[in-house]
């Protein structure tokens, strides 16, 4: 039985790893320069809320498969690694609690700490652009990225709820 239920937790992963993807480089709003309305973060907080921890995958796997395949700015290891940490970070906490509350501020907090930490960090280190340039850009990510995973775990919430009330 612990095979099985491996078997279906990797096909779940890879399918909702698959959606991310389509839903970040065929449905992205453009917003202000190249920042953009991310819509695959909604499959992230809901491969987070199910999974937890494990749903960090979709995030990073997710990323690096858009970055790749689609991306005009080719592979991009500050997403991947804010992905991580957002997903890590989420992931653990989702598995502790079940209160909407608190998976918003950490939402919130492991998105301030993966995109206005990690993501400027790795950027200025490997392209020499001061922080004060990159900061104000990557609060605006930051924002966004948050609002949307914050709307993809209020669906994840509302499944969650009526699939309780079902049984």
């Given amino acids: 039985m612990k095979t099985h239920t491996r078997i279906v937790r990797i096909c779940a992963l890879g399918i909702l790893t698959a959606l991310y993807v389509v839903l970040s480089a065929f449905l992205k709003i453009n917003l202000i320069?190249?920042?953009?309305?991310?819509?695959?973060?909604?499959?992230?907080?809901?491969?987070?809320?199910?999974?937890?921890?494990w749903g960090a995958v979709v995030g990073v796997v997710g990323?690096?498969?858009?970055?790749?395949?689609?991306?005009?700015?080719?592979?991009?290891?500050?997403?991947?690694?804010?992905?991580?940490?957002i997903g890590i970070g989420c992931g653990f906490t989702f598995a502790m609690t079940d209160k909407i509350g608190w998976r918003i501020l950490t939402i919130i907090l492991c998105s301030a700490l993966g995109l206005l930490g990690f993501k400027t960090i790795i950027e200025c280190s490997l392209y020499s652009i001061p922080y004060l340039v990159k900061i104000p850009k990557?609060?605006?990510?930051?924002?966004?990225?948050?609002?949307?995973?914050?709307?993809?775990?209020?669906?994840?919430?509302?499944?969650?709820?009526?699939?309780?009330?079902?049984?």
Wanted: glycine residues 8%; charged residues 15%; neutral net charge.
């Fill in 63 to 85: 990323c690096a498969l858009e970055s790749i395949l689609f991306s005009a700015y080719g592979f991009s290891i500050s997403w991947v690694v804010a992905n991580a940490v």
């Fill in 33 to 53: 320069g190249n920042i953009q309305l991310d819509l695959g973060y909604i499959v992230f907080a809901v491969a987070l809320c199910v999974f937890g921890p």
């Fill in 138 to 167: 990557n609060a605006v990510a930051f924002a966004i990225d948050a609002a949307v995973m914050v709307a993809g775990l209020i669906v994840a919430d509302r499944i969650g709820r009526a699939k309780r009330k079902e049984v």
